[in-house]
């Protein structure tokens, strides 16, 4: 029950008062493992929108989604190569051969535990991976990495020209990293054609050992589909001409997952009622104002945020002074809520409005006092209620404002709400 009726002076007292805390605590644990377990999602979440931005032609946008993923801290290994190989591939679509080449080698150095790159006598080089190349193989997907990493040095060299001093460094290391493809057996015979034509000069053997070896599906490889290391092979184009631009299947959209945290202010007035010594009802006009920690989690789709949010409030309350038809006049009475409900939000065009529909269950506890008047009794209420509330909410970046109101039928007037968040969606 809300309240309990003890004629002492004391005051009526809540029946549980730790409960709250108890439910507030639990809250705030499933929170924190909720977030840890998630966290996964929130690089996923990161990828996939700049996964969705590079489909759209949309590259600044894309790389400015992976900079985010990359730059945050416990990025797990797949998700860090996944990064990276969807970078390298936006800077070759938009013809950037010296980043592209920058991020292959990213990928190349973490990798490159036997340190060929750094092995700078060829025949000495030659003589390890033959010998190694007789065990295990590196993965494809890494191998993919050095052979990449050739093809984008092999292109810088070629526009630079022969003899270009700035480029003779790159020029070994394109070497090198053809070597080791083409000795473990990573589409060897172009590899080997580009040998040749580092070394001898010859940019048509390569153009046509490229026109031979390239498939269809090598050219723009949907990047949400490749496996951690298993890079989309793209073949660049033969010296001087534009890096072609094929079209890509429409996106499949993803769901995404965010959490939030932030600051609120919850509103409402219930009724309770008053029993004089003669047992006659008059209503009383009970007010509430109560800051609140709030939090919760959402699943995004294209037009619909599905979530669950809970907040965890105290503050005072009142009895209205100006609705009082009886002898009873008290303020300022602690007031103790926890409220946790379901959440949806259907987004506008652009997404930074959304209207939505919330309907928390509403934990309260309250110390009403008794009336001073011999016989007369407050009847009691249950803690537990539910409201039904629309709400409008703002987004500018991680910001997000929602103001909201609605009606609980248990608490027989309206229920007003505010809310400022911070939106997480990639771990910080």
Not at 392 to 411: A, K
């Amino acid at each position: 029950d809300f309240v309990h009726g003890s004629h002492s002076m004391d005051g009526i007292t809540m029946k549980a008062p730790l409960l709250p805390v108890i439910i507030s605590l639990a809250f705030w644990s499933v929170v924190a493992r909720t977030a840890g377990a998630v966290e996964p999602f929130f690089h996923q979440d990161q990828r996939h929108a700049a996964e969705e931005a590079y489909r759209q032609g949309d590259y600044p946008k894309a790389l400015e989604d992976l900079e985010k993923l990359l730059g945050t801290t416990s990025v797990p290994e797949a998700e860090w190569r996944k990064a990276l190989e969807l970078k390298a591939l936006i800077f070759r679509k938009q013809d950037d051969v010296q980043k592209a080449a920058a991020t292959y080698r990213e990928l190349v150095e973490k990798y490159d535990t036997q340190g060929y790159l750094n092995e700078a006598d060829s025949a000495r080089l030659e003589e390890r991976l033959k010998k190694d190349a007789a065990g295990p193989h590196p993965e494809e997907g890494i191998l993919s990495y050095y052979y990449e990493y050739g093809q984008a040095l092999r292109e810088e060299v070629t526009r630079a020209g022969k003899g270009a001093e700035a480029v003779e460094s790159d020029r070994g290391a394109a070497e090198r990293a053809f070597e080791v493809a083409s000795q473990f057996g990573y589409r060897r015979s172009f590899s080997e054609t580009a040998l040749r034509e580092l070394r001898e000069g010859d940019p048509a053997a390569v153009a046509a050992a490229e026109a031979a070896a390239q498939t269809p599906d090598e050219l723009d490889e949907d990047p949400g589909s490749f496996a951690p290391g298993q890079a989309p092979v793209v073949a660049p184009p033969a010296a001087g001409a534009a890096n072609p631009s094929a079209a890509t299947p429409a996106p499949k959209v993803p769901e995404k997952f965010r959490w939030s945290m932030g600051l609120g202010y919850y509103n409402w007035t219930e009724h309770f009622t008053y029993r004089d010594p003669s047992d006659v009802a008059s209503p009383l006009h009970f007010e509430a104002r109560l800051p609140c920690l709030a939090g919760g989690f959402d699943i995004e789709l294209p037009r619909l945020d599905i979530g669950v949010w809970g907040c965890i409030a105290m503050g005072l309350g009142r009895v209205d002074p100006n609705r009082v038809e009886v002898p009873y006049r008290h303020g300022r009475i602690a007031v103790q809520s926890v409220l946790i409900g379901p959440a949806f939000w259907w987004k506008s065009a652009r997404k930074e409005v959304a209207i939505g529909l919330e309907i928390p269950v509403i934990y309260r506890a309250a110390q009403i006092p008794v009336p001073s008047q011999d016989g007369a009794s407050i009847d009691p209420r249950n803690n537990f209620a539910f409201a039904f509330l629309a709400g409008i909410r703002s987004t500018v970046g991680r910001v997000r404002v929602v103001t909201e109101g609605g009606w609980g039928p248990t608490f027989g007037e309206a229920v007003f709400g505010i809310k400022m968040e911070w939106a997480f969606r990639n771990g910080r």
